[in-house]
């Protein structure tokens, strides 16, 4: 069964929640034509790490950027992966994905399970519990975020729920551009499934690189981004999972 995938790369302005809303709505409409199956984003690509006011942007913009993503969802007949969002809960605030079927429906959430504490996000956010395996079409999908990247077992317990592509949203700044590309094609190559990394690009005190990718089970890079913004497409075989593992099995 072949897939196609849109990784929407794009710089983000801390706080500036319209400005970022309509580089999303660009992108997307450059998306439409491609007929994508899934669409996804990068990590808080709608109000980016606006600690000074994170609070009070999540109170308020959280919904309207839901509504923003379902909407999406339905005009382009897609599945999309919002990136993450501040979800405020229980006056606690989780940096969280969700998505959204062709239907507007909402059909996952994930938390983000590791804040980057370099980043001090540990004193802002909590840390997620729950890992997601959400299905569509008969194929399972699962999402990770940014930092989780660097933690192989989360990798390894959405294998054994059978997903077959895992999505990441992320904010991967330089100099860590290697790390990234290396981590994604190791996640593929240790659990046999697709890997999807969509980064972001830009930044006015921290520069990011973008070169969001995908990666196929064997660790092979079948498309890859720039550093500028872009609409990122790749065709996926998922029928390559089978292969992999029928000729390298790894588990049993």
Not at 1 to 21: A, H, S
Not at 231 to 247: C, K
Request: charged share 20%; net charge negative; hydrophobic share 40%.
């Amino acid at each position: 069964m072949k897939q196609k995938i849109c990784c929407l790369q794009m710089d983000i302005f801390t706080g500036d929640v319209p400005r970022n809303l309509a580089t999303a709505e660009k992108l997307f409409a450059q998306a439409a034509p491609l007929s994508p199956d899934y669409v996804v984003l990068p990590e808080m690509w709608a109000t980016g790490f606006s600690y000074d006011n994170l609070k009070s942007l999540a109170e308020d913009e959280y919904q309207p950027i839901r509504e923003f993503l379902r909407a999406k969802a339905r005009e382009l007949n897609t599945v999309v992966i919002g990136g993450t969002v501040a979800e405020p809960e229980n006056n606690r605030l989780y940096n969280t994905t969700l998505v959204f079927s062709p239907s507007g429906d909402e059909i996952g959430k994930f938390r983000k399970h590791n804040p980057f504490t370099l980043n001090e996000e540990h004193l802002y956010f909590a840390p997620g519990k729950d890992l997601l395996v959400f299905e569509h079409n008969g194929v399972r999908c699962g999402v990770l975020i940014c930092y989780d990247l660097r933690f192989s077992e989360l990798f390894l317990h959405l294998n054994k729920l059978d997903a077959q592509i895992v999505f990441v949203p992320a904010q991967f700044p330089h100099p860590r551009q290697d790390h990234w590309v290396t981590l994604l094609k190791a996640r593929a190559i240790e659990n046999q499934y697709f890997v999807v990394g969509c980064n972001r690009v830009g930044g006015r005190k921290i520069e990011h690189f973008g070169h969001s990718s995908i990666i196929n089970p064997h660790g092979v890079i079948l498309a890859q981004a720039g550093t500028g913004e872009e609409v990122l497409s790749g065709t996926i075989d998922l029928d390559e999972i089978h292969h992999v593992r029928q000729s390298m099995p790894m588990r049993t």
